[in-house]
């Protein structure tokens, strides 16, 4: 597990901070988040959806490098309700999209597990260590808990991403095939991972 001595990874977004998640998050998924979510308004509607509370921020200063979007339970990191999209995108498009959302949402995790529902790092910091740090801080966010588990879902064009993972500890399990989402929203394929919190040795910093 690889860190940067610079990082500071805190739970929360202070104020003003959402357009900066938005974006890495928007950098990072825009193929398969865009028919939700493209629209005019996209970075304003992202930042507007995110719960602060269940972000983990990496920051370097006043940098936000990365982000590491938690779900615990049914509280999702992002609130795309259909409620708040048809009010955005209106009654049709609106419909519609919500039933594209629930297509890109992750499961719900177990009640012993919490779940990355998607973890983002800016360009320009690969390489500097901070995806390892955040999962080094989702495992210690799970751990506090008492969770046993850290869970995520990556599809099968992000093989940097799953390497990432494989890395770190986390072990492949289930696979469930989506061509017909391949042309839509950009992969065929989202396999279920999971890390075990109990084998993970304990953070002393």
Do not use: H
């Not at 398969?32 to 992202?46: E, Q, W």
């Not at 529902?117 to 495992?139: C, E, N, P, Q, T």
């Amino acid at each position: 597990m690889s860190t940067t001595t610079t990082l500071d990874i805190r739970l929360g977004l202070p104020a003003g901070a959402r357009p900066a998640a938005a974006a890495l998050y928007w950098e990072a998924f825009s193929r398969k988040a865009g028919p939700v979510l493209d629209g005019p308004r996209r970075a304003g509607f992202v930042a507007e959806s995110l719960v602060p509370g269940r972000v983990l921020g990496a920051w370097d200063g006043d940098r936000l490098l990365g982000v590491a979007f938690l779900q615990q339970g049914g509280a999702a990191p992002l609130d795309l309700s259909l409620r708040r999209l048809v009010r955005e995108f209106g009654p049709v498009r609106g419909l519609w999209r919500g039933l594209l959302a629930r297509c890109l949402a992750s499961t719900t995790p177990d009640a012993d597990e919490l779940m990355i529902d998607s973890l983002a790092v800016s360009g320009a910091a690969r390489g500097r260590g901070v995806g390892g740090a955040l999962l080094d801080a989702v495992v210690e966010q799970a751990r506090a808990r008492g969770l046993r588990r850290v869970r995520l879902e990556v599809v099968d064009t992000n093989p940097r991403a799953r390497a990432l993972y494989e890395r770190f500890g986390f072990r492949a399990g289930e696979t469930v095939r989506t061509p017909y989402l391949r042309r839509l929203m950009g992969f065929g394929a989202v396999t279920t991972m999971r890390y075990d919190v109990e084998s993970a040795p304990v953070n002393a910093g």
